[in-house]
Nanobody
Framework: QVHLVESGGGLVQAGGSLRLSCAASGRTFSSFFMGWFRQAPGKEREFVAAIRRSGGSTYYADSAKGRFTISSDNAKNTVYLQMNSLKPEDTAVYYC???????????????WGQGTQVTVSS
């Protein structure tokens, strides 16, 4: 079992920055990827970024490239998502996930956090 707790969401103006954190506990060694997804009202959950636990390779959705950075601190079992140049369309609930044999597809992740709200005002 893996337990994930997100933090760091909030309200920010367009162009601002936020850093999300995801603290993991439990059998995290069994997960290939740690990922961030987001879901806006009325929309499907979509991939944002992921990091491979072994080797640290990173993957980004086109919407996140150049603005968001995923990183991990293995000693703290924590994954971060640094979000810069935020836009109103980034407004969503952001979820941390662990698992995955397919990096960008939600159904291949086994464990999910409760989510943290990010709201970007124009």
């Amino acid at each position: 079992q893996v337990h994930l707790v997100e933090s760091g969401g909030g309200l920010v103006q367009a162009g601002g920055s936020l850093r999300l954190s995801c603290a993991a506990s439990g059998r995290t060694f069994s997960s290939f990827f740690m990922g961030w997804f987001r879901q806006a009202p009325g929309k499907e959950r979509e991939f944002v970024a992921a990091i491979r636990r072994s080797g640290g390779s990173t993957y980004y959705a086109d919407s996140a490239k150049g603005r968001f950075t995923i990183s991990s601190d293995n000693a703290k079992n924590t994954v971060y998502l640094q979000m810069n140049s935020l836009k109103p369309e980034d407004t969503a609930v952001y979820y941390c996930a662990a698992g995955g044999s397919v990096v960008a597809v939600p159904k291949y992740y086994d464990y999910w956090g409760q989510g943290t709200q990010v709201t970007v005002s124009s």
